[in-house]
């Protein structure tokens, strides 16, 4: 309900069938206007005329020739089943006319009245207009409305038919309306959706028919040609980079390496060398990992993506680190909650996970306690490596996350390990969090099951 109640086609369908609508009903309303009410100002026009042309009559010839000229008027046959007179004497008896009599003496006069009489036995809707001449003879004058209430109710049935149609019409077409423009915004979400999973080379679908979202798709196609060519750039550059470097590193070291192996190199040549085979080492390290980063950014190391058993990759990596951590006299400690399986990439969650437990045993300090923990969560897993070492200031926080940032320059290391589980965690849908252990760190991953 509220993707429909925040969704603008829904609010731009539902505004062209209200529109529909109303539209619908100020035509049946003029219709209404122009035929029962125009019909009804035609009969009290014929009624006032009938009224100024019988005051004449009284006026000239007389009360009685008023009479005869009633009778003449109820048998001529014009409008004779539909006319309504009356004329009473002053003493209030009837003279002429096709009522029985008159009991409403204090209605107004000379006014429009609707009024429901009996004319020859039956009830009768009419419009009658009453007069009263100076001896004090009343005059009633009407017209009974049956044929105006029947168009009025047939009228009334054609609108409540046109409107109930309209509508229908009005529904349907809000519907076809939002459908259509979700499928287009829908084929374009999906694309996106696919681009921004990994495919930069899917592009929108745009149709010949060169309307608004056509122009659109053309526009990001466009967008993403653009993007596409400068990520290219981008990553040629730094492959030739780390390609070209590589490469005369290695020969270096080889060199070097033979340099050693002779016999009769003297200790400062080989001190030196084996300084220079360090330093070698530690660029292409450096080189490996800037390379791996980008990758993981940019989102091309991203594999299709399969369950991964968290205990059995922790316990693998917990059993590699313990060597390492026995060197320093520190500890391991792994605790997994019941049979965890996080949505991923095994070898990108390993190395994510590799990165902090190498973290933790060099920034960690001399027998440092490192707590591994995996547990449950809502839709997820959390992953938890938790020092009690020197740990990182809180307002370091941020810029440890970075590349090539690190807190004490003194220590070994490329600072990029941070930047390389931040840069995982991201393709995987997940979320990175640094807290203060008080003592230490503590580093909370949270991953996807699905």
């Not at 990165?355 to 997820?380: F, M």
């Amino acid at each position: 309900m509220s993707s429909i109640r925040y969704s603008i086609a829904f609010r731009l369908a539902l505004i062209c069938g209200g529109l529909v609508v109303a539209s619908v009903l100020l035509l049946c309303a003029t219709f209404y206007v122009g035929t029962v009410l125009v019909m009804a100002q035609n009969v009290d026009s014929r009624l006032f005329e009938i009224q100024g042309r019988f005051e004449k009559d009284v006026n000239e010839r007389g009360l009685f020739f008023l009479a005869n000229r009633i009778q003449q008027s109820l048998t001529d046959g014009v409008d004779s089943d539909t006319e309504i007179f009356l004329l009473l004497g002053p003493d209030r008896k009837k003279i002429a006319g096709n009522l029985n009599g008159w009991s409403n003496p204090t209605l107004p006069l000379d006014r429009i009245l609707d009024l429901q009489i009996v004319r020859n036995g039956q009830p009768s809707d009419s419009r009658v207009l009453i007069n009263r001449f100076q001896d004090g003879s009343l005059l009633v004058i009407g017209r009974d409305m049956k044929d105006l209430v029947a168009i009025r109710e047939l009228i009334g049935r054609a609108v409540a038919a046109g409107g109930a149609l309209s509508i229908l019409l009005a529904i349907l077409g809000t519907l076809l309306f939002r459908r259509e423009i979700e499928r287009r915004i829908g084929a374009i979400r999906m694309a996106t959706a696919d681009i921004e999973s990994g495919n930069l080379s899917r592009r929108i679908e745009v149709s010949d028919n060169p309307d608004e979202f056509g122009r659109l798709g053309a526009d990001i196609n466009r967008m993403l040609d653009t993007t596409q060519n400068l990520m290219n750039g981008v990553k040629h550059v730094s492959n030739t980079i780390a390609h070209n470097l590589r490469t005369p590193l290695g020969l270096i070291r080889g060199r070097l390496e033979q340099a050693l192996a002779a016999h009769n190199a003297d200790q400062t040549l080989s001190d030196s060398a084996q300084f220079a085979i360090e330093e070698i080492d530690s660029l292409i390290i450096i080189l490996e990992k800037l390379l791996q980063l980008a990758e993981t950014e940019s989102g091309t190391k991203r594999l299709p993506f399969a369950a991964v058993d968290i205990e059995e990759l922790l316990t693998d990596l917990t059993e590699l680190y313990d060597a390492f951590a026995e060197a320093q006299e520190a500890q391991i400690i792994l605790s997994i909650d019941g049979d965890l399986k996080a949505h991923g990439d095994k070898d990108l969650i390993s190395t994510m996970l590799a990165n902090l437990l190498d973290n933790a045993l060099k920034y960690g300090g001399h027998a440092v306690t490192i707590r591994v923990t995996a547990k449950a969560i809502d839709q997820g897993i959390a992953l938890i490596v938790q020092d009690d070492g020197p740990g990182v200031p809180v307002a370091e926080y941020a810029r440890v996350l970075l590349p090539f940032q690190r807190i004490d320059r003194a220590t070994k290391g490329s600072g990029l390990g941070l930047s390389i589980v931040a840069a995982i965690t991201e393709l995987h849908r997940g979320s990175l969090s640094l807290t203060a252990a008080n003592p230490g760190l503590c580093v909370t991953i949270l991953l996807p099951t699905s």
